[in-house]
């Protein structure tokens, strides 16, 4: 049974065989944005929440527009069958580059931006969502730059992210928490903070530099969860989560403070999987 495949330019495979073209500027050079969704039953989830973030950033980017959900659906249940996730759970990955260099150096194209010079694959791999605990440092070497439209994109360019997690790693931590240059609280590696804090839920605010995750802005839009600007030193009962598409993580231990688990986070995860329910907010007060 396949439990990954991949599509690229009307080609199915693994995604051991498929490749890029060397000249690709996001393989040459990080020049995309990519989108990854959980398939939940068969099921991709928040699928245009998703898509409408992968537009915004590629205009905010300056590429073309990226396939639309009309293209793309049909593409996504020829994967999930391919992919035996017709009625499981996995990850997709839908990846948008500037396409192949048609010089050297880092210039953008003097053209307007086509969607016939970008490039588009997709990855698909079974998984499960992932609400095990974590012990986490403030990074000391990566910052998230507030001032940059990188910050507001899902880029192909993570190798900060690498840096900050192995910093942790090192420290015998699963994960770091990333100030930004502003100095607030910004985020983790690869997912969003949220704050239990006196019976309010908090998530650092978009000006600190934090990327505009889909599940947090899921939690602002039923309206239990608030922007604002977060310190790294943890206040006395707080409880820290880290959340994305694919996971939720209670935060058990932050350098040296130690933090009382949420106690359902799978709970919390799923409730944000519920756009037009307005009582989803998660009521648990441990």
Known sequence: MKNQ????????????ELALPLRDRGLQLADGIFETILILDGHPQ???????????SACLLEMAPPPTAKWLTPLIKEGLKQCNLDNGNGALRLNWSRGDRSSRGISLPQSNPSSTTH??????NA????????TTIISCHERRNANSRLSRCKTFAYGQAIQARHEAQKANCDEAILLSTSGELCCGSTANLIVRRNNYWLTPRLASGCLPGVMRQQGLEQGWLQETQLEATPEKDDQWLLINSLSCQPIVKLDD???RAWSDPEGLWYSLLK??????SPRHTD
């Open 46 to 56: 928040l699928l245009n929440a998703h898509l409408s973030r992968w537009q915004t």
């Open 127 to 134: 998984m499960q969502p992932c609400f095990t605990p974590l």
């Open 257 to 259: 403070h130690l933090l």
């Open 275 to 280: 756009p037009n329910n307005t009582d989803t």
């Open 119 to 124: 490039r588009f694959w997709l990855e698909l």
């Open 5 to 16: 495949i991949a599509w690229i330019d009307g080609s199915w495979g693994s995604t051991a």
